[in-house]
């Protein structure tokens, strides 16, 4: 759920938003069936591109989620730990009460015993009796605060040395469509009216939208389709709603004294990707990695959010050492088989970044590496394996560089820490 800090009109209409419609809308039934999972906060990620696969996992982790909403991001790092029994414990802040509910009953459904909800203001930190954190989510929050820099200043205070952040934002270009219709909608139905009123109105719109409105060829998002009530309304009629580009972004990181560890993914941001040509590629070449970045996403046109691990300027942990025969590399999320099974017949990964479909390229020893990825194993036994098959270092050692910047750059296959 979106924060707020002063007590105007737009303050009072976004608490009122989120108490009639807690979002994002959750059914804690539905955890017996599934955990969601997404980034940021991800236990792998945070293992791997906040602390670069050093920090131990026996070491406890203490998070926070500023704006947790019903719980999804606080749900699925605890139960993560919970799984993995890594010590340490979840905080989860946010001021409507409604959304409180619906995720310590999501907690209570898990039987999550390392998790805390508190009803607060994220904007009340660093706060004494919360002490700090290793980690801190702040997702889908700061572009509905009326002075997102401050926030974020606050949330720095509020973390421990050599900690870091998951962040989420809005962006621009991928959300073609939303803010003509947010204004259409705010001539129809004023932030002071209340929210049902304003809900009929923007389901009324919905369903005489022309068929020239841009929103209706933006198949980047569907909060407005299959998000229900609360996704409706915290789409089209948030009363305080900001977007970023990816440079605008890295400029609030840095006035708050961080800095950017990862882009997620880290391919999404690349415009090689998408440049094919020779030349063109000589010219991308020569741009500083902010450029770059800002050129993939102008290029590309789809990205509706940019997601960020960041860490305080100048303590960025050493990028993970995948060459390492003691790194134990380990599939993000699901078997590896099931990237296997996506690899083309030409020996490319097809990753989608929303609706764009890109060809990573592999080596051909892909496969058989992919196949040994347990995240038990590490990069040792995976080449001692592929040793006792015939396939010495000296294509062993050049094949798995690639692949690994390939699929680490897709944040598909990650390092695990240190027990």
């Not at 933006?218 to 299959?226: I, K, R, V």
């Amino acid at each position: 759920m979106a924060e707020d800090q002063a007590p105007d009109n737009r303050d009072r209409s976004l608490a009122d938003q989120y108490e009639a419609y807690p979002y994002p809308a959750r059914d804690p039934r539905d955890e017996a069936k599934r955990l969601l999972v997404g980034s940021p906060s991800h236990l792998r990620e945070i293992d791997h591109w906040v602390f670069g696969a050093r920090r131990p996992a026996s070491e406890p982790l203490h998070a926070l989620v500023a704006g947790c909403g019903t719980g999804d991001a606080a749900i699925m790092l605890a139960a993560q730990m919970q799984r993995d029994n890594r010590a340490g414990r979840v905080t989860g802040l946010d001021r409507s009460a409604a959304a409180l509910g619906i995720a310590r009953a999501r907690a209570e459904a898990r039987g999550l015993s390392n998790i805390a909800f508190h009803q607060r203001s994220l904007l009340d930190l660093p706060a004494d009796d919360l002490g700090s954190f290793d980690y801190i989510d702040c997702c889908g929050v700061l572009h509905h605060l009326p002075d997102p820099p401050a926030a974020l200043r606050g949330l720095e205070r509020s973390l421990r040395p050599g900690g870091g952040m998951g962040l989420m934002v809005y962006a621009p270009h991928g959300r073609t469509g939303v803010y003509m219709l947010q204004h259409a909608l705010a001539l129809l139905a004023p932030h002071d009216d209340p929210p049902p009123a304003r809900l009929d109105v923007a389901r009324r719109v919905m369903r005489h939208l022309p068929a020239t409105a841009w929103l209706r060829a933006n198949a980047n998002f569907g909060d407005h389709l299959q998000g229900g009530d609360a996704g409706l309304y915290d789409l089209l009629l948030n009363p305080r709603d900001a977007s970023y580009t990816i440079d605008a972004f890295l400029d609030l990181l840095d006035g708050a004294g961080l800095q950017a560890a990862c882009l997620l993914e880290p391919a999404r941001y690349d415009p090689d990707l998408l440049l094919p040509d020779p030349r063109l590629r000589a010219r991308t070449a020569a741009l500083p990695p902010a450029a770059r970045a800002a050129l993939a996403e102008a290029l590309a046109g789809n990205m509706n959010t940019h997601v960020v691990y960041a860490v305080r300027r100048g303590e960025a942990p050493p990028p993970p050492d995948a060459a390492a025969p003691d790194a134990v590399p380990v599939v993000r999320e699901g078997p590896a088989e099931a990237l296997l099974a996506r690899i083309a017949p030409d020996g490319t990964l097809p990753m989608a970044f929303n609706q764009l479909t890109v060809p990573v390229p592999l080596p051909a020893l892909a496969r058989p590496i992919l196949g040994l990825i347990d995240g038990v194993r590490s990069v040792g036994a995976i080449g001692a394996v592929l040793a006792g098959r015939g396939i010495g270092a000296d294509r062993f050692t050049p094949a798995w560089a690639e692949t690994w910047r390939a699929l680490s750059r897709c944040n598909r296959v990650l390092l695990r820490p240190p027990p």
